[in-house]
C-alpha cells in the first residue's frame, strides 16, 4: 500500500521569508511518481512539479525548488522569498506506474499562510 | 485551450435522492480520474477510466457509487441514496501520456 504523510497542518510565515514543507512518502514499488500540487482558496489544483523515483536531482523553479531524496523517501518543497500570493493549500502526491494508470495518492496537505 | 469542466459546481440535495456528476477532460486526453475531497483532508482516488480499458474501480467507497464515460470523452459520477458521509467536494482530472493530472474546479455536494 502507498502512504504519503505530510507533518505540517499548517504553517504562517511572514512575507519574504523561506519556508519549507516536509513530504514523506512509504511505498513497495520500484518505480514510481512524486508531485506536488497546489490549492489556492479558489479550490482548483494546480499541478506543480512531478519527478520519477529514478531522477534524485533537485530542481528549481523560479522561487520554488524540491528536495528528493530517496534514502529518506522524503520530497521536499521549498519556497524562497515566499510572497502573500503563495498562499494556499499545498499537497504532495505519490502514484505508481504498474500499467494500470497511474491513480494518485495524497498526502493531507499543507496550509500555508504568508503573511504581509 | 480549455482545461478540464465539472458540473455543477454545487449541488445541494437531500439524503437518500440520486445525484449525477458530470465531468468534461481535456480535449484528447486519453485518462480520467475521479477523486473525493472532503471538508480539510488531502483527496481519496474514487476510480480511473483509460481509453477503451476496464476502470478501475478500487477506490469506489460503496455500491452506491458507479461511474460511465463514453469513449474518451465525458464521464458522469453518479451517486445513489446519498448520504450525509457523501457531502464533499468531487474533483475530476485526467490525464495524456505524460502522467500530470489536471483538475477541474470541482463539484461541491451537500446533503442535507
Known amino acids: 500500500a502507498q502512504k504519503v504523510t505530510q507533518v505540517q497542518t499548517e504553517i504562517s510565515v511572514v512575507e519574504k521569508e523561506d519556508v519549507t514543507l516536509d513530504c514523506v512518502y512509504e511505498t513497495r514499488d520500484t518505480t514510481y511518481y512524486l508531485f506536488w500540487y497546489k490549492q489556492p482558496p479558489s479550490g482548483e489544483l494546480v499541478f506543480l512539479i512531478r519527478r520519477n523515483s529514478f531522477d534524485e536531482q533537485n530542481e528549481i523553479s523560479g522561487r520554488y525548488s524540491w528536495n528528493f531524496q530517496k534514502s529518506t523517501s522524503s520530497f521536499n518543497f521549498t519556497i524562497t522569498a515566499s510572497q502573500v500570493v503563495d498562499s494556499a493549500v499545498y499537497f504532495c502526491?505519490?502514484?505508481?506506474?504498474?500499467?494500470?494508470?497511474?491513480?494518485?495518492?495524497f498526502g493531507t496537505g499543507t496550509q500555508l499562510k504568508v503573511e504581509l | 485551450g480549455a482545461g478540464v469542466s465539472q458540473s455543477p459546481s454545487n449541488k445541494v440535495t437531500e439524503k437518500g435522492k440520486d445525484v449525477e456528476l458530470r465531468c468534461d477532460p481535456i480535449s484528447g486526453h486519453t485518462a480520467l480520474y475521479w477523486y473525493r475531497q472532503r471538508l480539510g483532508q488531502g483527496l481519496e482516488f474514487l476510480i480511473y477510466f483509460q481509453g477503451n480499458s476496464a476502470p478501475d474501480k478500487s477506490g469506489l467507497p460503496s455500491d452506491r457509487f458507479s461511474a460511465e464515460r463514453t469513449g474518451e470523452s465525458v464521464s458522469t459520477l453518479t451517486i445513489q441514496r446519498t448520504q450525509q458521509e457523501d457531502s464533499a467536494v468531487y474533483l475530476c482530472?485526467?490525464?495524456?501520456?505524460?502522467?500530470?493530472?489536471?483538475f477541474g474546479p470541482g463539484t461541491r455536494l451537500t446533503v442535507t
Open positions: 482530472a485526467s490525464s495524456s501520456q505524460s502522467y500530470e493530472q489536471y
Open positions: 502526491a505519490l502514484s505508481a506506474y504498474t500499467g494500470g494508470g497511474n491513480k494518485l495518492t
